[in-house]
Nanobody, 128 residues
Framework: QVQLEESGGGKAQPGDSLTLSCAAS????????MGWFRQAPGKERELVAATSYSGRSTHYANSVKGRFTISRDNAQNTVWLQLDSLQLEDTAVYYC?????????????????????WGQGTQVTVSS
């Protein structure tokens, strides 16, 4: 049973950068599509970025396109989310999610219900 643990959240000012990490344990994520979601206070959880199992295909929410970058290293069993040019609206709890290891290869998963495995989340607070 794969477990995911996010880290790297914290407080930042507008324009700052943060790097979130998602480390997997208890199994490999090398064949799983991965995603980063976020949930702001009073709002539904939304997809921020997603990557295929190889990392060659990615998808970003329009609100973060050009500012956030998802990457992965299957040898390290880790996925990252680089957050640049942070904005106040980026304040949220950020969650890492893993798709099924037996899922179709090469696909990017964009719906929340496609991800069976979730981390506990890491808080990102952007304030001036």
């Amino acid at each position: 049973q794969v477990q995911l643990e996010e880290s790297g959240g914290g407080k930042a000012q507008p324009g700052d950068s943060l790097t979130l990490s998602c480390a997997a344990s208890g199994g490999t994520i090398s064949s799983a599509a991965m995603g980063w979601f976020r949930q702001a206070p009073g709002k539904e959880r939304e997809l921020v970025a997603a990557t295929s199992y190889s990392g060659r295909s990615t998808h970003y929410a329009n609100s973060v396109k050009g500012r956030f970058t998802i990457s992965r290293d299957n040898a390290q069993n880790t996925v990252w989310l680089q957050l640049d040019s942070l904005q106040l609206e980026d304040t949220a709890v950020y969650y890492c999610a893993a798709g099924p290891t037996s899922g179709p290869r090469g696909m990017v998963l964009i719906r929340e219900n496609q991800y069976p495995t979730w981390g506990q989340g890491t808080q990102v607070t952007v304030s001036s």
